[in-house]
C-alpha cells in the first residue's frame, strides 16, 4: 500500500496524522493509491513531454546567457477543502480592500501617518514610495489591480500570508497550464468529484483593465508591457497576451507624443489606453525614474499622470510590499476597514526597533531574516540552516543598516505528497493565490502551489529549484 | 495593426533562414564541382567565402577545418551558417505567437544540430549537415505555407525570403563572374563551372530541363535573372514582392524602389556579368532599405553598414547590448 510508509513531519496537506485523507481529499488518496508509483511514473512523463512540446518554460540566468527551462511540475495535486478555500477568499479580498485605501491615502491625505497608525520614518525610507504619485487618484481608487499573496501553513494548520506582492506577480500561467496538464493526465479524477475551474482568469483580468481605461475612451486599446525575452517569465507575458488578445509591447515600441501613448505599427502610430506593464517602476520611464533604463518609455509617467493612460499596477503601489509595511497590516485592516484581519501575518521583528533587534540577534537560529525589498527568495538567510560564517555576515549587515531587514520566526511549511526519483515523499510547499481589483475583486480559486523538491528543504522559488503542482479546491458539501 | 518590431523580426527571420539555405545550397554545390575538375585546385571557389562574409584571399589559405570553422560555424557572424540560424532562431523566438507552432520546434532542432557540429566533421557528414539545412528550410517553408494566415506578418516574412534569394542569388553568380571567367569566356571546365553556378542557385533541373544543352553564359543568364516562371530568378522575386506590398499601406518611396529594380531587369545582355549583377545588386539594397524605413524600426546600435564587408550588411536588430539583457533579466 502506497500510504503505509508514507510519514511527515508535519501538517501534510493530504493525510492526516492519523493516516486517513484529509476532507476532500479521499477521492484522491485512493485514487493516487490504486495508480501505484510505476503508474504515477508513466503520468509524470507523459506530463513532462506534454510541457516540453507546449514549449512552457521559465527564463533561467546562467554564465551562458539566458537559457529557457522546462516549467518543474510534479503530476500529484494538492487538495484543498472549498470551505476553507471560502474563508481563504474572503482573507485576501480583505487584506487587498485595505491594501489599496492605504496605497491611496498614502499618496494623497496621508491620515494613516496623521494617526500615527503608521510611523512616518517607514515611509520616509521606503525604497518604493514615488513621490512622481502624489495626488494621484486612479481609477476605482485601485492601485495594486493585480496582486499575488503567498500563503504558507504551519505545523498546527494555520494558514498565514507570508507576503504581498504588489509590483508585478508573476506565476499565474503557470498555474493555468498546470491544470491544463493535469486534465490531460488524469481526466478520470475529475469525473466524480467537484474540483473548482480556474480557467476564468484572463478574461477576468481583460475586463479589469478594460475598464481602467481613461473615461473619454470607448473601445480601449490595451497592451502588454514585457521587458524582454531574456525576462525570467516572458513565457507569462506572452501566454497573457495571447490568451487576452492584446500586444505584447516592449519600450522601444511605444512612445509618448503630447502626453499620449502611441505604439508604432507598420501603419504608423496607434494610441494605447491602458498597459498591463510588468516591468518594475524603477524602469518604467527613463525620465522619471533610472534615467540609464533602456526598457521603459520616457514620458510613461506625464501620460498617467495627465490621465491619458492606465497603467496596472499603477506606479508606486509597491510601496505596500515593503516587508517592515506588510508587519503593519493587520493594523491597516482595522484603521480602514474597522474589521479584525481574517487571515493571519507570521509575526515579524520589526529590526530597526532596537528591543526587537536585540531579542533576534541574540539567537538568529531560531529565524528567517529577509531583505525589506526584495523578491524571489533574494537574500533572505534560514537561521537554522544557515553557516557560522554566514550568521555573523547576517548579524553585520542587520546592525549596518536595521531598516533593511525584518525577522520571523521559521515557519514550519506544510507538506504533501509528491513523486520524488520513485517514491511518493512528503515535500514542503506553499500557496501564492492571484487577486485582481476593480471596482470588484476576484480570487482565483486556488493559486499556483510551488513545492521545494529536496527533501526537508523550505525554499520554493522557482528560480531556485522549486517545483510546482496543480492546486484543487474540492467541493466537500457532497459528502467526500 | 502588426508591431514594427514584429514586422522587422518577421522580415528578417525570412532573410536568415533563407541566406543559410543558400549558403548551403552553394557550398554543397561547391563540394560536386570540385570533385569534378580533375587536376585543377578548383580555382577561386573558395571565393564562395564571400557569401558568409569570409575575406577570400583569406579563405584560400585556410585549411578545410578553419574554413568550416568561419564559414559553417562561426556563431558570432550573423554571415556564416551557424550565425545565420542564430539570428533566424532570435527573430522567430521574438515573433512565436505569429507563426505555426511547429516552425519553433524545426528551427530549434536545426540549430541545436548545427551548433553541436565540430569543424573537423568529415567531408560526407559535412555534406549531410548541409543537405539538412536546406531540407530544413523547406520544410518551414511548408509549415508556413499551409499553416500561417495570410496577414501582415506573412508579407513580411515573404518579403524576407524573397529580397534575400534573389540578392543570394546574383552574389553567387557575381562571384562566378569576378572570380572564374577569363573574358573570352572559355575557361577550362567551362561548362562545368556554368553547371556548378546554376546547382549553387538550385537552377540546374531547371535548366537541364527548358535547354537540354551544355549551360552557356547566355541560356544561364537568362534563366536566373529573367525567367518570370522560374522560382529562384531575380524576375520572380520581385514580382513576389510586388504582390506582397500590395497587401500593405501603400508607401511611395517603397513602389519608387521596386520600380527601379523592375526597370534595371531590362538591361541587355551584352554588358559584363559583373555589371548586371552590381546593378541588380544595388537596386536590391535600395530596396530592401525603403521597406525597413517605411514600415520598421531599426533598434539602437544595429544601424547597417555599406560597403564590401558582407559580414556586417543587414544585421538584423538581435544584438541586445548587454545592458538591455540585464534589465530584462532583473526587472
Redesign the interface.
Known sequence: MLWSAYRSQTYDELLGPDGHPRPGARALSDYIAGLGVAELEGRQRAATAEIRAA?ITF?V?AQE??IDREWPFDVIPRVMPADEWARIERGLAQRLAALNCFIDDLYNAGRVLKDKILPAEVLETSRYFLGACRGMRPRHGVWAHVCGSDLVRDEDGTVYVLEDNLR?PSGVSYMLENRSITKRVFPELFHDQRISPIDGYTSRLYELLVSLAPERVTQPTVVLLT??????AYFEH?YL??QMGI????G??LVVDDDHVY??????L?RVDVIYR???D??LDPETFNP????GCAGLMRAWRAGNVALANAPGAGVADDKLVYSYVPDLIRYYLREDAILPNVPTFRLCDERQRRHVLEDLRRFVVKPVNESGGTGVLVGSKAEPGELERCRAAVEADPRNFVAQPIVQLSTAPTLCDGAVEPRHLDLRPFVLSGKETYVTRGGLTRVALRRGSLVVNSCQGGGSKDTFVVETSGGM | MLLSRLAENAFWLGRYVERAEDLSRALLAYEEIRLDMPGQRAPGWQSLAALAGVDPAEAVRLDPAAFVGLVILDRRNASSLLGSLHAARENLRRTRSLFPAECWHTLNALYLQVAAAEPTLPPAELRALLERVVAASRELAGQVAVGMLRDDGYAFLRLGVHLERADMMLRTAGIVAATLMPADHRPAFADVRWMGLLKSVGAYTTYRHRYHARADFTSTLDLLLYEPTFPRSLAHALGEIDRDLGALPARRAVEDALQACLRSGALETHLALEDIVDTALAGLARLGAAIEEAYLRRAPGTKATTGAARATQGRAPIATADRRAAQEAAS
Not at chain 1, 500586444?247 to 516592449?250: C, F, H, K, Q
Not at chain 1, 505604439?263 to 504608423?268: E, F, H, L, Y
Open positions: 514549449g527564463v540566468a546567457g539566458n508585478v521587458p524582454g525575452v531574456g525576462n525570467a506572452c497576451a495571447q500586444e505584447l509591447v516592449e522601444s515600441d505604439m508604432k505599427t507598420i501603419a504608423g496607434e510588468r516591468i518594475g524603477a524602469h540609464g533604463s533602456v526598457i
